[in-house]
C-alpha cells in the first residue's frame, strides 16, 4: 500500500489498520522520517514537492521489488508533501513478515530507495533563505549495496 499525501497520518492508527486481523505476521518493523532542526535552529520549515502519478508509479515499483526479494505479508509507505515544519512526520515505512530478518532488511531497502530514487524535492527553509537540499553521497552507497 503507498500514498502521497499532505495530511498528517498517526503512526499507531496505521500500524493497527495494516495488522488488524492478521495473525500471521511474525515480525513488524516500523520507520519513521521526521523534519529535523539539527538543534540550532536553523531550519523553519521544509518543503516536499513531487511530481504526480510518476512518485506514486515509482513507489508501486520500489515496494513490488521489495516483495520479490523478502517474503513479506504486507508494506506500507506513506510519505508527505508540502510544507512542513521542524517535528513533523515525513515518511511512513512499514514492513511484515514471518521472520525479524526479512522484514529489517526490507525496511531499510525500502528507505535507501525512497532517499535515491524516488521522485521528490526538497527545499529547505534555513536562516531565511530557502536552499534546494541536494542528494548525499551516503544515500546512494547506501543504496548500491542492494544492486543485484
Sequence with gaps: ?????????DIGTEVAALTK????????????GLVRDANDGTVASMELEHYPGMTEKELARIEQEANERWPLQASL????????????????VVTASPHRQAAFEAASFLMDYLK?????WKREDK??????????????DAAAKWDL
Design 127 to 140: 536562516n531565511g533563505e530557502a536552499h534546494w537540499v541536494d542528494a548525499r553521497e551516503s544515500d546512494g
Design 21 to 32: 486481523g492478521r495473525t500471521d505476521i511474525g515480525a513488524l518493523v516500523t520507520f519513521s
Design 1 to 9: 500500500m503507498i500514498r502521497v499525501q499532505a495530511e498528517d497520518f
Design 77 to 92: 509507505i506513506i510519505h508527505r508533501v508540502g510544507k512542513l515544519m521542524p517535528g513533523d512526520n515525513i515518511v511512513l
Design 116 to 120: 535515491t530514487r524516488a521522485p521528490f
